[in-house]
Structure formats: C-alpha cells, structure tokens
C-alpha cells in the first residue's frame, strides 16, 4: 500500500514536471529523468533483501521519486545548455554532477535540497538528496538514506542505460561498510 509521503512525493514530481515549458525534445529528457526516478525507486525496494528495515525502504521509495527534481530545475532554466552538458557526460564518460559543478558551480543534488528545504520536506530527504553522489562521509555499518540512495541509483543507472547523461558510478567503500556485495545489483531478482 502507498503510504501518504510517497503519493505527495509522486505529485510533487509530476507537478514540477508539468509546469516546465519545454520544447519537444527537452520534454523527452524530462521524461527520461523522471522515468530513472521510477527505476531508481524500484532498485530501492530490491534492497530489501539485503536486511534493510521495511520502514527504511519505505521511505527511501519516496525520496527515490524526487532525488533528481534538481535535473529538471536546470532544464527549465538553462535548456539546450544543460541538454548539451548532458550529452558531454556521455562523451566523457563522467557523471552529470561532475560536469554540472565544474560549469555551474553546483549541481542538481544541491538545487533539489536546497528547494526540498525551502518546502520544509523532512530533513532525510533534504540530506539523502544532497549527498548521494558523495556519500563516503556518511558510510558507517548501518544503512542511512544517504547510502541507500546512493545505492538504489547506481543500481537504475547499471539496470537500465541513460540515454541522455552518464550517470553514477558505485562507492565500493561505501557498499563494503555496511556488508553490501558491491555486485548486489546481480543479486536483485
């Protein structure tokens, strides 16, 4: 059953996505964000099988749904710029926050916190949205949201291919510490 946080996080994303105005082929890069969103959040849910509590799942299944809503802020305001950073990640094979902190000076993590803050949504979400490209400072051998989101998106970025930006690349250290294999997305069924 979806509990009430995950259905406001899904209508926060679906809002957001619908007050863009975007031409065709930007919407088709919404789309695709919000789609890994989807993906992203049914990763979260495998890891279940690997001890994480039930209440921990749930919630990271919401803040799945809204990690990368940073994305499509930088769509809406810097369009085909962003776009063609997008196609520069592939090029160069790095991730997209990588190259959005050497041009814009932050990156999608950041501006997603930042207005997940200013909405005054919990503090887990603020924090795992934050930092789950760089969640080494967090790793310790329990599961926080910051981990568990780091790990549910590299999981959507290895099950299903990006077509329009790099994505993530998996913290070995940080899957080691709290007993995570770092194949674990094999063992997804």
């Known amino acids: 059953m979806l509990g009430m946080d995950f259905v406001r996080n899904l209508a ?6 619908k007050q863009l105005s975007l031409s065709p082929g930007l919407q088709e890069i919404a789309n695709a964000v919000l789609k890994h969103c989807i993906e992203t959040s049914q990763c979260g849910l495998k890891l279940k099988q690997f001890g994480v509590k039930v209440k921990q799942i749930q919630t990271l299944c919401s803040i799945t749904l809204l990690h990368d809503l940073g994305k ?6 810097k369009e085909d710029e962003y776009a063609d950073l997008m196609g520069r990640s592939i090029e160069n094979s790095r991730p997209l926050w990588r190259l959005e902190q050497a041009v814009f000076g932050c990156d999608h993590a950041a501006i997603g916190a930042f207005l997940f803050a200013m909405w005054g949504l919990p503090e887990n979400i603020v924090r795992a949205t934050a930092w789950h490209h ?6 310790s051998n329990e599961f926080c949201y910051v981990t568990l989101l780091h790990f549910a998106n590299c999981a959507a970025h290895v099950k299903n291919e990006m077509q ?3 994505g993530d690349e998996l913290i070995p250290e940080v899957a080691e510490k709290v007993g995570l294999p770092v194949d674990y997305v094999q063992e997804f069924d």
Not at 134 to 139: H, K, L, N, R, T
């Open 12 to 17: 926060i994303t679906e809002l957001a996505k």
């Open 72 to 77: 499509l802020v930088l769509l809406a305001n």
């Open 134 to 139: 760089e969640p080494s400072s967090f790793a």
């Open 164 to 166: 329009f930006y790099y």
